[in-house]
């Protein structure tokens, strides 16, 4: 098991950035793909991006792409969410997700994630 905590979410204005940072525990942290997941207020859960265990294979919401960045860092069991070109649209809770399931391509559907942070919100102004 591993346990995921969210942080880095607050309030910007459209076009700003946002960092966010998910710090999971354990020692087995790169035996996991990373996903990041959102969900604003009336919709349902939505796939942002996700990360391979090793952080060479990546994959994005069109929503997204070119705007957010995941990356990891296995040294410190923790996997970021870059965000910038904030839109307001961008406004949801972020969840961060493990999946460990080797599979490719890497998993969009959360029902595919066996671990779950408990979110961080973001809120983009306009």
């Known amino acids: 098991q591993v346990q995921l905590v969210e942080s880095g979410g607050g309030l910007v204005q459209a076009g700003g950035s946002l960092r966010l940072s998910c710090a999971a525990s354990g020692r087995t942290f790169s035996r996991y793909a990373m996903g990041w997941f959102r969900q604003a207020p009336e919709k349902e859960r939505e796939f942002v991006a996700a990360?391979?265990?090793?952080?060479?294979?990546?994959n994005y919401a069109d929503s997204v792409k070119g705007r957010f960045t995941i990356s990891r860092d296995n040294a410190k069991n923790t996997v970021y969410l870059q965000m910038v070109s904030l839109k307001p649209e961008d406004t949801a809770v972020y969840y961060c997700a493990a999946d460990e399931i080797i599979r490719f391509p890497l998993g969009t559907g959360g029902h595919l994630y066996d671990y779950w942070g408990q979110g961080t919100q973001v809120t983009v102004s306009s």
């Open positions: 990360i391979s265990r090793s952080g060479s294979s990546t």
